[in-house]
């Protein structure tokens, strides 16, 4: 059982280990210097930013509305949000150009002019929400879930509004789990990959994200593909036990009462 | 504090398996409700709150209609102005005692000054003697202590009618005395419709002016506690009044 167990731990901890191990300071300095990094930093970091605040916007009410039914139309529309996370990106991909690409199905009301979407930044953030707004949408469900329902009856005996209600009392006791739930989906976002490579293209400075450079720098310079996953790990690894403490605060019954 | 009118009930409701179908009226002062578990007790709360809907029915304080299904009448929640203190007291714990009170009055009156405001919640903490608690958050007060909080909550707003769900089943038995005595007189004082939902039998003595017994979604007997005791309609109340 422990040696089973012990091998799975060293399988899932080996490539992780190897990725700081097999580079030195100068090597990893000189990888991040390599021309591909900045620009694909900077369109990460906006095209990721963008993304979170559509999520985090157009999610948030979303999830109230989901939490706050319970009829079977409201649970087939939950497990139908849930699908791009188990669609595999690469369909996620070809899916998103049937529906937005040139010829897709929103072409002709899209695009009138012939001028299309894909190929620009705007479709890595498409593509980014697509597959990362599942993960906040999810986490911020149970966490209104989680509210005691006799608080928001309380509330709303005083006079208060349901929208007074709703920014007043369910956000902030939902708060720590829309946190944990914003920082999954940007997670996400973070690395996304195939859909954006197919739906956006790898266009140096216009699509080429993190992830997207690291793809090209391993055909040119291993050393700046290497610099970059390791950026991306530390970010990640920093993003877990961010979310592992967001989620604490909100399961503990403690601070949840 | 000015007396808002009786409260008179008329509702039938299907909940689940149950069928409930009562009439109920309540002048100033506590009415408790007793009965068995699944009874219709706190779903009976919950209509008159307007929580819960009703197939038919009429509702009214004095002469505030808040549900009349034969004349499409129903009142939301936010605009019912009833107190409604739930078994725990559902305090806002991201909030202070003082903010639980600013909210609950800036949602009444939301012309209120900011001066006026903390003025009139500094007025009802004080009638409670839960001034020096301001500050505290509600996790760090006791049960009776949160009782107190949530009654100052209530009535910050001046609402028409009160209702308390199982007001003393969330405290220890060394202050459920104490609290139950300060509730009875509180209660008394306000002197309004007051509707009280409890399963145990001293609470019941003490806070009532009169009992209503509801058995199976029905009304099936009224009466002070001497009157039950002396005449219980049923195996439930006679059980009710012999406990200690």
Not at chain 1, 172 to 189: D, E, K, Q, T, Y
Request: charged letters at 15%; one cysteine or more; a positive charge.
């Amino acid at each position: 059982m422990a040696v089973s167990g012990g091998l799975l731990v060293a399988f899932l901890a080996l490539p992780l280990v190897a990725l700081f191990v097999t580079t030195t300071f100068v090597d990893f300095r000189s990888g991040l210097s390599h021309p591909l990094v900045w620009p694909a930093l900077r369109l990460s970091l906006l095209t990721t930013s963008i993304s979170l605040v559509l999520v985090v916007v157009l999610g948030t009410p979303l999830a109230w509305s989901l939490a706050s039914s319970s009829g079977r139309a409201a649970r087939a529309l939950e497990t139908l949000i849930q699908m791009p996370i188990v669609v595999p990106p690469a369909v996620a991909g070809v899916a998103m150009l049937l529906a937005f690409g040139r010829r897709g199905l929103l072409a002709g009301w899209l695009y009138p002019e012939g001028a299309s979407l894909t190929f620009t930044t705007a479709a890595v953030v498409m593509a980014e929400v697509f597959v990362s707004a599942p993960f906040f949408v999810q986490a911020a469900t149970s966490a209104f879930r989680r509210i005691d329902p006799k608080l928001l009856v309380v509330a709303r005996t005083f006079g208060a509004s349901p929208l007074r209600v709703f920014f007043r009392i369910a956000i902030p006791l939902a708060a720590p789990g829309l946190v944990a739930g914003a920082a999954m989906s940007w997670a996400r976002s973070l690395g996304e990959f195939g859909a954006t490579l197919m739906f956006a293209g790898n266009l140096e400075g216009r699509t080429q994200t993190l992830p997207l450079a690291i793809y090209t720098a391993l055909e040119a310079d291993l050393r700046a593909a290497q610099a970059l996953s390791i950026v991306l790990v530390v970010v990640a690894f920093a993003l877990l036990l961010f979310v592992r403490a967001a989620l604490r605060r909100s399961t503990n019954p403690e601070d949840a009462r | 504090m000015t007396s808002a009118g009786s409260l008179r009930i008329r509702a039938t409701a299907r909940l689940g398996r149950l069928t409930l179908d009562v009439a109920l009226d309540c002048d100033g002062g506590p009415l408790v409700l007793i009965g068995p578990n699944g009874a219709g007790k706190s779903s009976l709360l919950s209509i008159v709150l307007g929580a819960l809907p009703v197939e038919a029915g009429r509702i009214a304080i004095g002469e505030a209609v808040l549900l009349d299904t034969a004349q499409g009448i129903d009142v939301p929640i936010e605009r019912r102005r009833i107190g409604y203190l739930p078994q725990d007291y559902a305090l806002f714990p991201h909030l202070s005692v003082r903010e639980n009170l600013e909210f609950a009055l800036a949602s009444a009156e939301p012309t209120l000054s900011s001066v006026q405001r903390r003025q009139r919640v500094d007025a009802h903490l004080d009638e409670l003697g839960l001034g020096p608690y301001a500050h505290r958050s509600p996790r760090t007060l006791s049960g009776g202590e949160k009782q107190r909080v949530a009654l100052a909550r209530a009535l910050s707003v001046a609402p028409r009618a009160l209702l308390l769900d199982e007001p003393l089943a969330a405290l220890d038995v060394h202050s459920r005395g104490e609290v139950r005595a300060f509730l009875a007189e509180y209660l008394e004082r306000v002197a309004l419709p007051t509707l009280v939902v409890t399963h145990d039998a001293a609470d019941a003595r003490h806070l009532a002016r009169r009992i209503a017994v509801i058995e199976d979604g029905k009304i099936v007997q009224v009466g002070t506690w001497h009157e039950l005791a002396a005449n219980p309609q049923s195996r439930f109340v006679s059980e009710f009044v012999a406990a200690p």
